[in-house]
């Protein structure tokens, strides 16, 4: 015969005091609670003795709330979406939360079924870099009331939070400081999107070089060829027929990675001779030879400002009557390989 689970009562019961004061010791609100120390040892001592677990189902039903948020990133694996998620996580937890990760790829069918996945278990809020074609479910999320905080990205014309970079003066500085140490052939190597991290990075490139006079050398690869791990085809192609450069600006890390490997494996020389960036610093940027100048997102700042954001969402009745679109700055650090030749 199964065991009957044990239950809060079972424990105030045992221990002669209200069910009330069982449910704040278990709940971490005993200090908030004015309840002893003696009272509170008692109690979890106790739990810890029986192998209490709560009905997390049961519980979630009884208050509405989950606990739980969802972080959905383009690739988890990516290192500028790990750090940032690690970071998150740590100021979720100190505020009762837990997270779940998951990775879209970029791909609006598997954006999609994650969402509708972790709206039916009832997870409290989503903090979400979108995938392309996903605005409508965004702004039925928003209708539905479910909170939901956008990510390195947004949507032109959807009322929606989110926390994003000034990518035009991001890369525009770059662009500049590259100019600056007396580069004038300056390629830039990024992905062949529409969304607004992209095209901002593209545009601030793309004025920097105007406003200097310079003509502009870009290289756009389609994000499922990436996908498919081609973009090493695209960038070697891209070298082959502007064998003048003499700087390159990766619009990612994840490019600049590929950059690099195309470089070694079929001209090293240039590793050292070429002005190189790379937007989203890398730890492996400080030890490769040159080290690699990079455009560095403030990770604590951004996952703060989205906890900023989510936090009173959860709590509203409404979550569509004010959003916020918090733009931060970026800091470039400079690196030798981007220093003067």
Do not use: W
Request: glycine share 4%; charged share 30%; hydrophobic share 40%.
């Amino acid at each position: 015969m199964k065991k009957k689970p044990v239950s809060i009562r079972n424990i105030a019961d045992e221990l002669k005091i209200s069910v009330t004061t069982v449910s704040f010791v278990l709940n971490g609100k005993a200090k908030e609670k004015h309840i002893s120390k003696e009272l509170t040892k008692k109690v979890l001592d106790y739990a810890k003795l029986i192998n209490y677990r709560p009905n997390q189902i049961a519980q979630s039903l009884r208050t509405g709330k989950s606990k739980i948020l969802v972080f959905m990133v383009e690739d988890i694996s990516n290192n500028f979406f790990s750090k940032l998620a690690r970071i998150f996580e740590d100021i979720a937890y100190e505020k009762g939360y837990k997270v779940i990760f998951c990775s879209n790829e970029n791909d609006d069918e598997k954006s999609n079924e994650l969402i509708n996945l972790f709206n039916f278990r009832q997870v409290d809020g989503f903090i979400i870099v979108p995938s392309p074609g996903i605005k409508d479910t965004i702004e039925s999320l928003i209708k539905d009331n479910i909170p939901v905080v956008l990510l390195d990205r947004f949507f032109e014309g959807l009322d929606c939070n989110s926390v994003v970079i000034d990518n035009v003066q991001a890369a525009f500085d770059a662009t500049e400081h590259l100019i600056k140490n007396k580069f004038k052939n300056i390629g830039f190597i990024t992905t062949a999107s529409d969304q607004s991290q992209m095209m901002g990075r593209l545009s601030g490139y793309e004025k920097a070089v105007e406003e200097h006079g310079l003509k502009p050398h870009t290289l756009q690869i389609p994000f499922n060829e990436i996908i498919k791990g081609r973009g090493k085809e695209y960038v070697k192609d891209f070298f082959d027929k502007h064998t003048d450069l003499d700087a390159v600006f990766y619009a990612t890390n994840y490019l600049a990675q590929s950059g690099l490997e195309v470089l070694k494996e079929n001209n090293p020389k240039l590793i050292k001779d070429l002005g190189i960036i790379a937007f989203d610093d890398n730890d492996m940027f400080k030890i490769y030879d040159p080290s690699i100048t990079s455009v560095a997102q403030p990770l604590i700042e951004i996952s703060t400002k989205l906890m900023e954001l989510m936090l009173p969402l959860l709590k509203k009745k409404d979550v569509s009557e004010t959003s916020h679109k918090i733009v931060l700055k970026t800091e470039l650090i400079v690196r030798e390989s981007s220093l003067v030749k």
